[in-house]
Every structure is written in C-alpha cells, then in structure tokens.
C-alpha cells in the first residue's frame, strides 16, 4: 500500500503526465467536432459573390503574381533578426546581479556586434525606401 501512493505522488512517473495527455485530447476533440459540426451544420449557399477573392475591402486588380520588391523582405527579416536580438537581453535582465561583470562583458560585447551590424545595415542603405 505505502509503495502505490508513493508510485502516485512521485512526480517523475508517467500517471503524473495523464491530466496533460488528458486536457491535450480535450483540445483536439474539440477542434475535430467543432470543424465536423460547422461543416454539416453550417450554410451552403455558392453565390458568385462569395467565391470571389476579398482581401481587407480592396477590390483585386492585375495578377497576383507580380514580383514585389525586395526591401519588403528584408524589412521584415531585419524585423525579426532585432526583434529576436532584444529577447536575448531577458536572461540577462533577470540575473544581471548574479552575473556580475564578467555578464556585463559579455552583454557589452553582444550590444558592440549588435550595434556593428545595425551600423552596417544602415550603411549599406537598407533602411532607405527611396531609388
């Protein structure tokens, strides 16, 4: 008896992962019998209206498949690559007493590369809109 509720209070077993498992099939039943449901309950009324492409209230005009220019691209890239270099500081924001100074270093060193290559973007005119 002292060796089952041992079993069932360690918290490395695998019972101690069945209410995940569990609310995870909850999820997915949902999803599967919401989807069905909306499918077969739902209207089914083709108009010529509702087959057409609708995008933010912008009638289409031309093809779709026209070449953007790529400084969309690479702000959104640079977005992400700064956005992604801020989550870095968290760590160090959290711990920086326990750190000390060989974490302000190395932070240093990371905000000197940051920097370099925000300077080196800049440089090269990739934040320019202009021809």
Not at 35 to 42: E, N, P, Q, R, V
Not at 90 to 106: D, I
């Amino acid at each position: 008896m002292f060796f089952v509720s041992e079993f069932l209070t360690a918290s490395n077993t695998p019972v101690s992962y069945f209410p995940i498992l569990l609310q995870v099939v909850a999820a997915l039943g949902f999803v599967g019998i919401t989807m069905i449901a909306t499918h077969f309950l739902g209207p089914k009324r083709k108009t010529s209206d509702k087959l057409e492409n609708f995008e933010s209230g912008i009638e289409q005009m031309g093809n779709a498949r026209q070449p953007v220019a790529i400084k969309y691209f690479l702000t959104a890239i640079l977005f992400v690559l700064f956005d992604v270099e801020v989550i870095f500081f968290y760590p160090y924001a959290v711990n920086f007493k326990a750190l000390g100074w060989s974490g302000f270093m190395a932070m240093l060193a990371f905000v000197c590369f940051f920097m370099g290559g925000f300077y080196y973007i800049i440089k090269k005119g990739a934040l320019k809109w202009e021809d």
